[in-house]
Structures are given as C-alpha cells and as structure tokens.
C-alpha cells in the first residue's frame, strides 16, 4: 500500500476516533466514580471511538517504517489536527476563527519546510 494512503488512513481514523470520544463526552458525568466507568465501558460511541484510535496505532506504525521520524510524525499528527478541526466545526459546532485559519496556513508550510532538503 502506498504510504499516502497510509498517512490518510491513519489521520482519518485518528481524527474520527477523537470526534467519537467527544461525543460521547456530552453524555458523561464530569466526575470519575465506578458508575460513570460502568457507563462508560457500555457507551457504543465511546467504544467505537476507541477502536477507531486502536485502529489507528497499527497503520500510524507503518507510516513510520516508510518516513523518517521527523517528517512522519510531524506530518501525521498535524494532519490530524487540522481533520479534527474541521470536524468538530461540522459535527460539534464548534467556531473556526482567523487564528485557527492562520495556524493551520503555519502547519501546512511548516510541513512543507520540514519536506524539503
């Protein structure tokens, strides 16, 4: 498998599996006791966000083993902040500002710098 297809697998499942987590969050309790972990291990949401990010390692893995550390890891993570943002501003309503536009703008040539020699 090429390794884009690598990077895209593993940011996607990386940036769903965070959306899903969130999600389930809303209906949570903010405090930590023995119901709230009950409630939490029968949560399909929350399950499901967790094998997302499970599912995530594996591939993220692969990515490593065809990039150097100092591109992959930057690359990977990056990519995924920025799915994420664009994720939570469709599913959560959540606000995207200038600041947010300008810092993914700065990811994307930083990245670009990082990628060349």
Same mark, same amino acid.
Do not use: W
């Given at each position: 498998?090429?390794?884009?297809?690598?990077v895209?697998?593993a940011?996607?499942?990386g940036?769903i599996?965070?959306?899903?987590i969130?999600?389930?969050a809303k209906d949570?309790?903010?405090? #930590? /006791?023995i119901?709230? *972990?009950?409630?939490?291990? @029968?949560?399909?949401?929350? %399950?499901l966000?967790?094998l997302?990010?499970a !599912?995530s390692?594996?591939v993220?893995?692969?990515?490593?083993q065809?990039?150097?550390l100092?591109?992959?890891?930057?690359?990977?993570?990056?990519m995924?902040?920025?799915?994420?943002?664009v #994720? /939570?501003?469709?599913? *959560?309503?959540?606000?995207? @500002?200038?600041?947010?536009? %300008?810092?993914?703008?700065l990811?994307?040539? !930083?990245?670009?710098?990082?990628?060349t020699k």
């Amino acid at each position: 498998m090429q390794t884009a297809v690598l990077v895209v697998i593993a940011v996607a499942s990386g940036a769903i599996g965070n959306l899903l987590i969130k999600l389930s969050a809303k209906d949570m309790s903010t405090t #930590l /006791s023995i119901e709230t *972990l009950g409630k939490m291990a @029968t949560n399909p949401t929350l %399950l499901l966000g967790i094998l997302f990010l499970a !599912g995530s390692f594996p591939v993220y893995s692969l990515v490593l083993q065809r990039l150097p550390l100092s591109f992959g890891f930057p690359l990977v993570q990056n990519m995924a902040f920025v799915t994420l943002l664009v #994720l /939570s501003y469709f599913f *959560l309503k959540e606000q995207l @500002t200038f600041i947010n536009f %300008l810092g993914i703008l700065l990811l994307i040539v !930083g990245l670009f710098l990082a990628a060349t020699k």
